[in-house]
């Protein structure tokens, strides 16, 4: 697969925390990353003092952004008691109607090992719906998911496709692994200059 060499130099950002499953190079596991600052106001967590009425409310009328902060809501306890099985139906209303950000977030949910809903199959397929809006979190897990087989069969070109995108859209860990990649050869053809240039974003 030829690898596109990156585009003009950006700053470099401070990787992510990590959240879901695990991507340890020692056991050989995916993990879903945390989402970074998003241009989508669902990214920020919902104000503590805006009621949950309120929310209620405007996501009963199919107001995505109350939909996705109830889950949020819900999934952390913040104001409400935390509760895993409303944290997903609400996601899930946000996921369907088109709300990039609570598609990750439900994704994220349903590769919790500890929860009751585990579910590895629909957690990629509401990955590939976010990785199809341009949401870089998405991009980059997906494409840890065809590497490493979780919830859909191990497609090493589409596991690089989608490394690829996420690193064009600015997205840190995905930048320095497919820089590290290059760097390597093997798996992609070897391109020293083109492998620094993305170690140096």
Do not use: I
């Not at 107001?63 to 997903?88: D, E, I, P």
């Not at 899930?92 to 109607?97: E, I, S, Y």
């Not at 609570?102 to 397929?125: G, N």
């Amino acid at each position: 697969m030829t690898v596109a060499s990156p585009k003009s130099p950006k700053k470099a950002t401070s990787p992510p925390s990590r959240l879901g499953l695990a991507k340890d190079p020692a056991n050989d596991e995916a993990k879903l990353s945390a989402p970074k600052a998003s241009k989508s106001p669902a990214a920020t967590p919902p104000p503590v003092g805006q009621a949950v009425d309120s929310l209620k409310s405007q996501a009963d009328q199919g107001n995505s952004l109350a939909q996705y902060q109830l889950g949020f809501r819900y999934k952390t306890g913040l104001g409400v008691r935390k509760n895993l099985s409303l944290a997903q139906d609400y996601y899930l209303k946000a996921a369907k109607n088109g709300y990039d950000v609570a598609q990750f977030a439900l994704a994220e949910l349903l590769l919790k090992e500890e929860s009751s809903f585990l579910d590895p199959t629909e957690a990629s397929h509401w990955l590939k719906k976010a990785a199809d809006q341009g949401l870089a979190e998405a991009q980059y897990n997906l494409s840890l998911a065809y590497q490493l087989g979780v919830g859909v069969r191990k497609n090493l070109a589409r596991a690089l496709e989608w490394l690829q995108k996420a690193a064009e859209n600015d997205f840190t860990e995905a930048q320095r692994d497919l820089g590290l990649l290059l760097l390597a050869g093997g798996v992609v053809a070897k391109d020293v200059a083109s492998g620094l240039s993305w170690l140096e974003k």
